[in-house]
C-alpha cells in the first residue's frame, strides 16, 4: 500500500512539473463585434474540454474581460499566497487568504489527499499562483468569492493601447459534499494552465466619431447639390450671351467663396471618404470654364485648349477612382451615388466634345484615355 503511494505521489509530482514547463502562447484578436473564445482541458491526460476562456473587448468603455467558465465549479487564487498559513494539514482556511473573499462561514474547505501530494516540496515554501497575470492592463476593482461558477477579471486599457498580453495561471475545481448542517468543498484538481494570450485589439476607428462623420457627409450633400445646380446650368461650358457669362462667373466665385478647401485627415474612412469628395468637388467647379461663342458655332463641340485637355484626363482619374470604391463598397445608396456622378461627368464631356475624336494626336490621347475610363465604368457598374 505504501509502494503504491508512493508511485502515485512520483508520478503526480512528474505531472505537476512538466506543466510548469509546458508554456503555451497563443496570438489572438478581439473587436467589438468579436470576442475569443478558447477550450482547454484541466487534466492534461484527457479531451475533455471542461474548461472555457473568454476574452471580451468593449470598445465603449475601453476595457477588456477574460472569463474562465466551466460546468464544475471553480476556485483560483488572487494573489500568490503562501501554502502555510493558508492549509493546515488538509483545511483550507478563507481567512487566511491575503485578501477579503466572500464565503459562508458553516462551510469548510479542504484539499484531497491526492492533491496536497501534488504539491512540491517543501510545502512550507511553496507558493500558489494567481490565476492571471498580464501586461498592459489595468485591473478594475472586483468582490472575490470562494466558490465560483465562472470567474472574470475585467481591466482598464491604458492610453488606448492595441497590444496587451494575458497569462492564464493556477485553476483549481471545487467539489461540493452536502453535510447535514453545511457544505464541503474539496479540491481534487489544480492545475497551472501556463498559458500566454497576446492580444491585438482591433479597434473601429470610427467609434465616437457620430458627429464629424455627420458634419463631413453633410458638407459633401451640401456641396453636390450645389455642384449639380450649376453644372446643369453652365456644363457645356459655353453661352451665347455676355449676361450668361457673367451669371456663370459670378456663381462660381460665390461657390468658391461658400466652399473653401478642407484639409482633413481622419482615420476613419467614412470621413476621409466624404471629405476626399469635397474637395473633389470644389476641384470640378474651379476646372468648369465658360466662353461667349458666337450662336452659329454653340454646340460643334470640342475644347482642345491644353488646359481643357488635363482636366478631360483628370476626369478619367476621377471616373476609375469611383469604380474602384464602387467595387468595394457595400452601400447601395453610395454605390447609386457613384454611379450617377460618373454618369453626370461622362455627360457633362459629351456635351463639350460629342464624338469628336480629336485633330492633334495629343488630343486623340487625352479622349482615347477619357473614353477608356467610360467604358470601364459601363462594364463594370452595371445596374441591376
Known amino acids: 500500500m505504501k509502494i503504491t503511494y508512493r508511485i ?14 509546458a508554456q503555451t502562447v497563443r496570438t489572438i484578436s478581439v473587436s467589438q463585434e468579436t470576442s475569443y473564445t478558447d477550450h482547454i482541458s484541466l487534466k492534461e491526460d484527457t479531451k475533455d474540454m471542461d474548461l472555457m476562456v473568454k476574452f471580451v473587448f468593449s470598445e465603449a468603455d475601453n476595457t477588456l474581460s477574460v472569463t474562465l467558465i466551466s460546468y464544475r465549479t471553480l476556485f483560483v487564487f488572487w494573489d500568490n499566497v503562501h501554502y502555510k498559513p ?19 462561514p458553516k462551510d469548510k474547505y479542504k484539499v484531497t489527499k491526492l492533491f496536497k501530494a501534488t504539491v512540491p516540496q517543501p510545502r512550507e515554501d511553496y507558493y500558489f499562483r494567481r490565476w492571471i497575470e498580464y501586461d498592459g492592463l489595468q485591473p478594475a476593482p472586483q468582490e472575490y468569492k470562494m466558490v465560483n461558477d465562472f470567474i472574470t477579471q475585467t481591466f482598464d486599457i491604458p492610453n488606448k493601447r492595441n497590444q496587451v498580453s494575458v ?10 459534499i452536502e453535510k447535514k448542517k453545511y457544505n464541503l468543498y474539496q479540491i481534487p484538481l489544480g492545475r497551472d494552465l501556463d498559458m500566454e494570450y497576446q492580444v491585438t485589439i482591433e479597434r473601429n476607428p470610427c467609434f465616437g466619431l457620430d458627429e464629424d462623420i455627420a458634419a463631413a ?8 447639390t450645389s455642384y449639380a445646380s450649376f453644372f446643369n446650368r453652365f456644363g457645356n461650358g459655353k453661352t451665347i450671351s455676355s449676361d450668361m457669362k457673367k451669371v456663370f462667373d459670378d456663381m462660381k466665385s460665390t461657390l468658391l467663396d461658400q466652399f473653401k478647401p478642407k484639409d482633413i485627415v481622419s482615420p476613419c474612412p467614412e470621413i476621409q471618404e466624404a471629405w476626399d469628395d469635397y474637395n473633389n468637388y470644389i476641384d470640378s467647379i474651379s476646372s468648369l470654364k465658360c466662353i461667349v461663342q458666337d450662336p452659329v458655332e454653340v454646340g460643334t ?20 477612382k469611383m469604380v474602384s470604391r464602387w467595387l468595394v463598397s457595400s452601400d447601395p445608396i453610395e454605390k447609386n451615388d457613384l454611379v450617377k456622378r460618373c454618369n453626370d461627368i461622362i455627360e457633362e464631356v459629351n456635351t463639350v466634345y460629342g464624338k469628336h475624336p480629336g485633330r492633334t494626336a495629343e488630343q486623340q490621347q487625352s479622349i482615347a484615355i477619357f473614353r477608356a475610363a467610360e467604358r470601364y465604368f459601363k462594364k463594370t457598374c452595371k445596374q441591376e
Open 167 to 176: 497569462k492564464l495561471r493556477d485553476v483549481f475545481l471545487l467539489d461540493k
Open 8 to 21: 502515485i505521489l512520483l508520478l503526480s509530482c512528474c505531472f505537476w512539473l512538466l506543466g510548469l514547463q
Open 301 to 320: 463641340g470640342g475644347d482642345y485648349t491644353p488646359e481643357s485637355l488635363k482636366i478631360l484626363v483628370s476626369k478619367a482619374r476621377e471616373i476609375d
Open 86 to 104: 493558508l492549509i493546515k494539514g488538509r483545511k483550507l482556511r478563507p481567512d487566511q487568504l491575503p485578501y477579503v473573499v466572500e464565503y459562508d
Open 217 to 224: 457627409k453633410g458638407a459633401r450633400e451640401s456641396i453636390q
